[in-house]
């Protein structure tokens, strides 16, 4: 008997089925959500201020923002710069750089007319920086590889580019041999055959460094009464401890000094300061005492220069073995004399002021002060004390009625205050 229709409909009714959520539909889901609360959170605030209708919005345009994708950085460009670019010559000074935005540097060099040049890669191997200057007058050009994956590789192009040809230069000198043991009131002098201009002083004194063994307070002061030149003297703010060695370094090759011409030379000078060894010398007392590290190991009768005529008169302050000769021909016009020799004589000033021998004081040595200004002893106490001291010694006269000033010559620092003395410098 066939089923009715509703019976076949009730029995046969298809059972409906689970299907799971697409985990796509999961996360859009999850998103709405998310709108829905940020939505709600503002709206709620919105409501207490009274500005429902622009917070939803803002908050819908927020959080579809959200939704969209981070833009993908761009790509690195790759580019390839060296300096000095080719065109107008360049200073030897100028640093030489060949930089890379990505990828790496290899096997790079500069090379000029004599050859590389100095540098250095960096530890990302992107940048290379020469760490020499350059020669006058020459034509430098790169070579190397620019990698930038293991597929690509290019040549560095040679970029081309000439230093400067000076039609003047200059070199710096120093008053100190390397090597040399002085005394513990040297100063150190650097000398140039011209005028310097304000801003190549400060050019030169930027260049020049001081090291010493132990530390030691010091500065550079430009002297102003150099006829033939500028120069810059170095001294510590007391005397230099026995024993430090020291090393004076100018990076002077190759900067512009303006108008004075290019520099061409670097200094590089060392030297030791010796025993402790200083010489006391009282205009008063008719003698001279030599101290050694605090301990007086000799006394001399002297006589120094005649106290009533102010042209004679040995002057007072603190004045430095500059050199010594057995034999100096000595002049002075006006007193009646011309190339008198004088012997183990041993020079403290540009103004003719010595430490010498001189048999025809002898009478005047330990009693009266009767000399030109230079320190009379006799001959065997003059060679004695000749045997003993060295360049930079001290001699600090007392005692005087004129001092020592800029205008006794070369060796005067230690006549100018500390504060005075580093106001000197061409930096400040």
């Not at 001399?300 to 004045?319: F, M």
Request: hydrophobic share 35%; proline share 7%; aromatic share 8%.
């Amino acid at each position: 008997m066939p089923r009715s229709w509703e019976s076949a409909r009730g029995r046969h009714t298809p059972r409906r089925r689970r299907r799971s959520l697409h985990r796509r539909t999961l996360g859009r889901l999850a998103a709405l959500l998310v709108v829905l609360a940020a939505l709600v959170a503002g709206a709620t605030a919105a409501v207490a201020e009274g500005r429902i209708g622009d917070t939803i919005a803002r908050n819908l345009a927020g959080a579809v923002d959200r939704l969209r994708p981070e833009p993908a950085a761009p790509p690195v460009p790759a580019v390839l710069t060296t300096t000095p670019r080719p065109g107008s010559p360049v200073g030897p000074r100028d640093p030489a750089t060949a930089e890379v935005s990505t990828g790496r540097l290899e096997g790079v060099t500069l090379v000029g007319d004599d050859g590389p040049v100095a540098g250095t890669l960096s530890p990302d191997g992107r940048t290379w920086t020469s760490t020499a200057p350059l020669d006058f007058a020459t034509t430098y050009r790169w070579s190397g590889t620019w990698t930038l994956d293991d597929a690509t590789r290019r040549p560095v192009p040679a970029d081309a580019f000439t230093t400067v040809d000076p039609a003047d230069t200059i070199e710096a000198t120093m008053n100190i041999r390397d090597g040399a043991e002085v005394g513990v009131g040297a100063p150190v002098a650097v000398s140039f055959p011209a005028n310097l201009s304000d801003a190549a002083r400060a050019t030169v004194e930027r260049a020049l460094t001081v090291q010493t063994s132990e530390p030691v307070e010091g500065a550079w002061a430009w002297l102003p009464d150099d006829a033939d030149g500028s120069r810059v003297h170095y001294r510590p703010k007391e005397y230099w401890p026995s024993g430090t060695q020291v090393r004076v370094q100018g990076a002077l090759r190759g900067l512009d000094l303006g108008d004075a011409g290019w520099s061409t030379e670097d200094l590089d000078r060392s030297f030791t300061v010796g025993t402790e060894r200083i010489v006391r010398a009282d205009t008063r007392s008719h003698q001279i005492t030599v101290v050694e590290n605090g301990q007086e190991v000799a006394r001399y009768d002297a006589s120094y220069g005649l106290e009533s005529d102010p042209n004679r008169v040995t002057r007072s302050g603190v004045h430095v073995v500059m050199n010594k000769s057995q034999k100096v021909l000595m002049t002075n016009e006006a007193y009646g004399y011309v190339d008198q020799p004088q012997y183990w004589a041993v020079r403290i000033s540009n103004n003719g002021e010595y430490i010498h021998a001189n048999p025809s004081s002898s009478y005047a040595q330990g009693n009266r002060n009767v000399s030109h200004g230079c320190i009379n002893l006799s001959t065997r106490d003059a060679k004695a004390f000749f045997a003993t001291v060295v360049f930079g010694d001290p001699v600090e006269v007392t005692g005087s009625s004129e001092p020592l000033t800029r205008q006794d010559g070369d060796y005067y620092d230690w006549t100018i205050p500390w504060q005075e003395w580093t106001a000197m410098s061409a930096l400040t």
